[in-house]
């Protein structure tokens, strides 16, 4: 079984720019969560999207939002992207929303010049 | 968001139980305890979680305190595939009582010796 897949696998953008990275959960899965890892830290959530629906939120500024489509792949969109964006992006899937396990995609690193 | 302790690195030898530790003092009575791991240049892999009693599965058992204040992630024989920084994370709960997020911390690099 395919497992979570995300793309872009790397990415450099300016600041300044707009990003929109993507991710596919394991077939069955409902729900997706997106974190963000800065070099040398743990990951950081970011959002959570349960049956379309935005469930939770971490805090990061406006310039992120997301959205999950009706076949429950989901959108990561940066604006306005800072150098502090720099960072691996991961997306993780599970099939509910409090399932115990997460299963983590490899990740979109996006360098900011 | 509940936060827990962990040692910034271990050492250990190929074919040897490794412990790792996780305090957790201010765990409340709903807070599942889970540990996961990240492989060099690889998203989170989940290894194991719990609530109150001991747990094994195929990768590693998850001992937990009486009190819930402390867990023991072991792995009974160490191997070279098994150096990553592994993560002790109480589940959050975000909204509702029914979603959840998870809080990692910085985690414990496992070095694994030939």
């Known amino acids: 079984d395919a497992g979570v897949t995300q793309s872009p696998t790397h990415l450099i953008k300016t600041r300044g720019q707009h990003v929109t990275l993507r991710c596919s959960p394991i077939?069955?899965?409902?729900?997706v969560s997106w974190y963000q890892q800065v070099l040398g830290q743990g990951p950081q959530f970011i959002f959570q999207?349960?049956?379309?629906?935005?469930?939770g939120r971490g805090n990061f500024p406006d310039r992120f939002s997301a959205r999950q489509f009706p076949n429950y792949s989901s959108e990561l969109n940066v604006n306005a992207l800072l150098l502090g964006d720099s960072a691996l992006y991961l997306c993780?899937?599970?099939?509910?929303?409090?399932?115990?396990?997460?299963?983590f995609g490899p990740g979109t690193r996006l360098t900011v010049t | 968001d509940a936060k827990t302790t962990q040692p910034n690195s271990m050492e250990s030898n190929e074919e040897e139980p490794v412990h790792l530790p996780c305090n957790h003092s201010t765990i409340s009575g709903t807070d599942y305890i889970h540990w996961y791991r990240q492989l060099p240049s690889q998203g989170p892999e989940y290894v194991i979680h719990g609530l109150t009693s001991n747990v094994n599965n195929r990768m590693a058992s998850l001992a937990i305190a009486e009190d819930r204040k402390s867990s023991t992630l072991i792995l009974h024989r160490a191997t070279l595939r098994d150096a990553a920084v592994y993560y002790c994370?109480?589940?959050?709960?975000?909204?509702?009582?029914?979603?959840?997020?998870?809080?990692f911390g910085k985690g414990t690099l496992l070095t694994v010796n030939p």
């Open positions: 077939s069955g899965h409902k729900s």
């Open positions: 993780a899937s599970s099939p509910g929303s409090w399932e115990g396990e997460q299963y």
């Open positions: 994370i109480l589940r959050d709960v975000i909204s509702g009582g029914s979603n959840y997020k998870l809080t």
């Open positions: 999207y349960y049956e379309k629906e935005e469930r």
